[in-house]
């Protein structure tokens, strides 16, 4: 079973700061998500990666797969921002095999 | 069709009482996830459906919850007899094709039992 370790659980940044989450798993995976979930309890999809770098927007995520460990990145915050963010692993096919992380509570002040 | 649809948002219920909750998911989409989540929890994964055809139900967290998607467009999810342990977000999600994990992910139902 994959265990799916994500830091910070919490964290609370001024507005325009550069946010880093980091995602760590323990299995090797097929792909890897990072999910936004608002307080009303809606999950967004932001990425699915496989190998190297995305970038949607403020928002970066990269992959390495040799280390098991992917970061999430959003540049320039922004309150509209805040939210948990989630990472979860994919170790075949379906999303029936993904394994969430906590997840990560980000506030972003104005 | 925007994408996943759960119906009700928020269900407050007595324990004891039976409750259903409903997913729409994306209409293309043959592959359907009920996930549940509890406060300060990622997701966990419940059963998923493939069309009609329920693939993997051993992950129900008791036989009092069972799903269906009768016709392979919509699902329901039953939790009979509801215990305060059964509050949770109970979320849907559903996918194009079995072997990509791509899901897109319904709003939730959140369920508090009284």
């Known amino acids: 079973k994959n265990e799916v370790e994500q830091s910070p659980q919490n964290l609370t940044a001024q507005e325009g700061e550069f946010i880093t989450i980091n995602c760590s798993y323990s299995?090797?995976?097929?792909?890897l998500h990072w999910l936004q979930q608002h307080p009303g309890g809606g999950i967004v999809s932001l990425f699915m990666?496989?190998?190297g770098k995305k970038k949607h927007g403020r928002l970066i995520a990269t992959i390495n797969i040799q280390e098991k460990h992917s970061s999430l990145h959003i540049t320039a915050s922004h309150p509209r921002d805040s939210a948990v963010y989630i990472c979860a692993v994919g170790g075949g096919g379906g999303a029936d095999g993904l394994t969430f992380g906590k997840g990560t509570h980000l506030i972003i002040q104005p | 069709d925007t994408g996943v649809s759960q119906d009700p948002r928020h269900k407050i219920t007595k324990r004891g009482q039976n409750v259903t909750f409903r997913c729409d998911p994306i209409?293309?989409?043959?592959?359907l996830y009920w996930y549940r989540q509890t406060l300060g929890q990622g997701p966990e994964f419940l059963t998923y459906f493939q069309n009609e055809a329920q693939l993997e139900k051993s992950r129900l967290l008791s036989d009092r919850f069972s799903a269906e998607r009768p016709k392979g467009s919509f699902s329901t999810l039953e939790i009979q007899r509801t215990e305060q342990g059964d509050s949770a977000m109970y979320l849907c999600?559903?996918?194009?094709?079995?072997?990509?994990?791509?899901?897109?992910f319904g709003q939730g139902t959140r369920l508090t039992v009284v």
């Open positions: 299995v090797g995976i097929s792909a």
């Open positions: 990666l496989s190998s």
């Open positions: 999600a559903s996918s194009v094709v079995s072997w990509w994990p791509e899901a897109f």
């Open positions: 209409s293309e989409h043959n592959r």
